[in-house]
């Protein structure tokens, strides 16, 4: 039970490096301030270039060329009791950069093709001063290339995007509190592999309607996970970590600078290679949102909700449930955006975006060691980050 303990903490701490990345999940509501601050809607309403990779059949609102520039301030807040009396500590790694560069241009009066470049994650746990959980630092980096190729025909669009995913992960802990021995790690792994988006959407009087399937890419991390059990002496030949597929649905209504949004979408985390062995149920997303246009400016607000994909799995299963909680708490579940644009020119204009995800805490009772009873683990999460970006018409 001792070694079936550590095990558990070592898988999650290295599934642990988009822990406090988690807000769909481990999935960004939205990529793009305009979205962001829209609650994440961004699959039946335009947002130009920005578009590319949500649903690309919507880039087909861009006059010219696009070019849109950016990036969000990312700032998650969790702390993890292990039910030891030792207290409740918290990870460091607290705050990330997430670039975003996208660009569409308008080939003729049907066909539009872009390019672009888009961070969904860059974090980890990091716990090197807390020996309690074996002074683990993890970091996962997840960036995604995308070509969009879009066609428009009296108000209907489709789309396909062909996508290359890099992703690189390190993980490395110490078993026994001294780092001058006993630290474990395979060095940073790195894969680059494809996927594809597509999208659909369809303008008439006001109304847009829009639907998007994004496919599951399987990324495989060479040496990490495994390399961490083989440190506790198990044997484990899984390296594989995969991004889940998607599939959505929305809509949007625009009157006389009022617009209103609506997005579902589903994602298919028991499908996902690593994530289905840890008990992650597929999440249903619902995102609504509301702007306001005048002039050259706008306002913004928004509110997305998705139920945690994790969930007590019972006493008998406190491996995944130490899993979860130490090391890939996607526990937060509300979001409440705000957001705004300014043109500064014909050409010029900024957007930016607030989202908080408010405080949740969630306990599961776990069994201790042999003979030693119970004992209840808690973790506590929070969110918030700025995003700002620049778009260029031409």
Do not use: C
């Not at 130009?48 to 070019?67: C, Q, W, Y």
């Amino acid at each position: 039970m001792k070694k079936t303990i550590k095990l558990a903490v070592v898988a999650a701490l290295a599934l642990g490096a988009t822990s406090a990345f988690a807000t769909n999940g481990s999935n960004l509501i939205a990529t793009g301030a305009k979205a962001r601050g829209m609650g994440g809607t961004d699959i039946g309403i335009a947002r130009g270039a920005e578009s590319g990779l949500a649903n690309a059949a919507l880039i087909t609102t861009v006059k010219g060329t696009e070019i849109s520039f950016g990036g969000t301030l990312f700032m998650p807040d969790v702390t993890y009791d292990n039910g030891t009396g030792a207290g409740a500590k918290d990870s460091a790694a607290d705050t990330s950069m997430i670039p975003e560069v996208s660009i569409t241009s308008q080939i003729n009066d049907n066909l539009f093709i872009g390019v672009g470049m888009w961070g969904t994650a860059g974090m980890g746990v990091d716990y090197r001063d807390d020996a309690a959980n074996f002074s683990m630092v993890t970091n996962l980096q997840l960036m995604q290339f995308a070509v969009p190729v879009a066609y428009n025909y009296k108000g209907l669009s489709i789309a396909i995007t062909p996508v290359l995913q890099y992703g690189s992960l390190d993980i490395n802990y110490d078993t026994d509190g001294d780092t001058t021995n006993g630290v474990t790690g395979g060095g940073v792994s790195q894969d680059l592999e494809f996927g594809y988006n597509l999208g659909a959407a369809y303008t008439i009087k006001g109304v847009t309607i829009g639907a998007m399937y994004k496919s599951q890419i399987d990324m495989e991390y060479k040496y990490q996970l495994s390399t961490a059990m083989q440190g506790f002496g198990v044997a484990y030949n899984n390296d594989k970590l995969s991004t889940p597929a998607e599939i959505g649905f929305g809509l949007s209504y625009g009157m006389k600078g009022h617009t209103v949004a609506f997005d579902y979408k589903q994602i298919k985390w028991s499908d996902a290679k690593g994530y289905e062995d840890f008990a992650w149920e597929d999440q249903d997303v619902y995102a609504i949102g509301y702007s306001f246009a005048k002039d050259a400016w706008a306002v913004r607000l928004g509110y997305n909700y998705a139920e945690s994909p994790i969930s007590d799995q019972g006493l008998n299963d406190s491996l995944t449930n130490t899993l979860n909680l130490l090391g890939f708490p996607a526990i937060v579940e509300s979001h409440i955006t705000l957001g705004g644009s300014y043109q500064l020119n014909k050409q010029t204009s900024v957007d930016l975006a607030y989202v908080y995800a408010p405080e949740v805490t969630e306990t599961y009772e776990v069994s201790n060691y042999p003979n030693a009873g119970t004992r209840n683990i808690e973790t506590t999460h929070s969110q918030q980050s700025f995003s700002a970006q620049m778009n260029f018409n031409f």
